[in-house]
């Protein structure tokens, strides 16, 4: 993923250690005496398999998680087995984390340096706040988010979005009984204190386009950047469909 690519490997490693799931699902793969199947780890660490799935590809792509096939007789495809990587591999506890090289170095800028100037002519545009929420409606469909999908009840909607915005690196964190996510990273960070306007703009129209097409019963009221800047913090207030505004308009940002 473009995202992760940007990161360093210390950057990718805190990355996907940031999300306690991942963090039990590590520490139940290095107390297991053997590599385990996805179903296994579910078990574990009391998670759904395609949940689980999800986090062991988080931790694979930093090197913390090594894939290895089922080795049998039988017909049939091999199942996936899942171990600890060795240590050294990646960071966190035995690990340390591999610098990263100078044509990383050199990508993570070009990918800067391509993101502003992109962002810069969507501010120069007739109408800046119309192009970054068609940005962020573009980027729903190249995340393949479907229209028209299930009804998702509320709180399965907000994990839908929590898990997307993991994937993208925003370090999300819900609170509130979920009607607050906080941001505590961003990957266009720099981009973003320069064109705030696009780039908050884009994040913003992604987040309610994402929720309309769970079926619209969790929207976007607004986001807040950049709340605090030590720690980063930008939070998504959303709101039940059925509770009205609180005053900004949906995928709006304050401030």
Do not use: K
Request: aromatic letters at 2%.
């Amino acid at each position: 993923m473009i995202i992760m690519q940007t990161m360093t490997s210390d950057e990718r490693v805190e990355h996907v250690l940031a999300s306690e799931s991942r963090r039990r699902i590590l520490t139940a793969l290095r107390s297991s005496p053997h590599p385990l199947g996805t179903e296994a780890v579910a078990a574990a660490v009391g998670l759904r398999p395609a949940t689980a799935r999800f986090h062991l590809d988080l931790l694979a792509s930093a090197g913390l998680v090594e894939r290895g096939a089922e080795r049998r007789a039988g017909v049939g495809r091999p199942a996936i087995l899942y171990s600890a990587a060795a240590p050294g591999s990646g960071d966190g506890p035995g690990g340390t984390a591999v610098a990263s090289t100078p044509a990383e170095a050199g990508g993570r800028d070009g990918y800067r340096e391509l993101a502003g100037v992109l962002a810069g002519q969507i501010a120069h545009s007739a109408d800046p706040a119309a192009a970054a929420r068609e940005a962020g409606r573009r980027w729903a469909d190249a995340l393949g988010i479907e229209r028209g999908g299930a009804d998702a009840e509320p709180t399965a909607a907000v994990e839908r979005v929590v898990g997307m915005l993991e994937r993208l690196g925003f370090a999300p964190r819900t609170r509130d009984e979920g009607l607050r996510i906080d941001l505590r990273r961003c990957p266009f960070e720099e981009v973003a204190r320069q064109q705030r306007g696009v780039v908050c703009g884009a994040h913003a129209a992604l987040t309610d386009e994402t929720l309309q097409r769970l079926g619209g019963r969790v929207r976007l009221d607004r986001l807040e950047p950049f709340v605090s800047d030590r720690p980063l913090l930008c939070v998504l207030h959303l709101r039940r469909a059925d509770a009205g505004t609180s005053g900004g308009a949906a995928a709006g940002i304050a401030g």
